[in-house]
């Protein structure tokens, strides 16, 4: 596309074990374009600031989850006239979209445009300087200190720990957010969908960038949440 993209996914909770992450070039069903979020950006877009569009010809290389035939959720994400300033230095101003799901949002725009940032205030990760977020789940608001308990997040700066296994990763890093650990063989059919079949039991230490990332959507996933965050995916 010449620039990055961040994706939101939304639907089927029943993900543990019976979801494949796998990588494919397909349009996305609706974009975010932050360039045009920020100051000075022109008025060039038809959304204007920070607008929702439909865009059926852009593509983005994005996750794309095969479920297993479990129920689907109902997830609405609302951003209402969102701006973020760090110090004196506006990143975006007037984002407003209303998105239903299930389905898929791309955030784009070139480095430095604000697109993490965007993607951690909707997590409930960072506070935005003005504006509001709202997300529904099956009709009901989850406040912004609950939203951990109904997203994943996968992202290139969330890190693992080194001296643990996969398996251990996985365990542990759910039992933090959740308080609840999971069981060793729904952590086991997880990771072996992802397929780390034969490495769920090595020290995430001796594995490649791309099996850490494998490691990072099992994280994000054996709490079946109905949102999906991926900041910079691939």
């Known amino acids: 596309t010449g620039h990055d993209a961040d994706v939101l ?5 029943g993900i543990a074990g019976r979801r ?11 974009v975010i374009d932050v360039r045009r979020a920020r100051p ?3 008025s060039s ?34 951003l209402v006239d969102v701006h973020k ?4 230095r506006m990143i975006f101003q007037k984002i407003g979209v209303d998105i239903a799901g299930p389905g898929s949002v791309a955030i784009v725009g070139r480095n430095g445009s604000g697109k993490s940032t965007l993607a951690k205030i909707i997590a409930g990760v960072l506070a935005p300087t003005s504006g509001s977020v709202r997300l529904e789940v099956e009709g ?5 200190e609950e939203r951990y308990r109904y997203l994943g997040f996968v992202s ?6 080194d001296e643990f296994t996969a398996a251990e990763n996985v365990s542990m890093l759910e039992a933090m957010r959740t308080g609840v650990t999971p069981s060793a063989s729904a952590v086991a059919e997880l990771l072996d969908s992802m397929g780390l079949s034969g490495r769920r039991n090595d020290r995430v230490g ?6 850490k990332q494998r490691v990072k959507y099992a994280v994000a996933l054996v709490h079946r949440p109905p949102l999906l965050i991926l900041d910079e995916p691939t």
Do not use: I, K, Q
Request: hydrophobic share 30%; glycine share 16%; no cysteine.
């Open 40 to 42: 000075g950006g022109g």
């Open 140 to 144: 009901r608001e989850v406040p912004r």
């Open 9 to 13: 996914a939304s639907g089927d909770r």
């Open 20 to 30: 494949r992450v796998r990588r494919l070039w397909r349009p996305a069903r609706e």
């Open 206 to 211: 001796t594995f490649s960038s791309g099996m």
């Open 85 to 88: 300033r760090f110090n004196r």
């Open 45 to 78: 877009s038809p959304a204007g600031f920070g607008g929702l569009r439909r865009r059926r010809s852009h593509r983005v290389e994005s996750g794309v989850l095969e479920s297993g035939g479990g129920p689907m959720s109902s997830v609405r994400l609302a």
């Open 156 to 161: 290139p700066y969330l890190m693992l720990y």
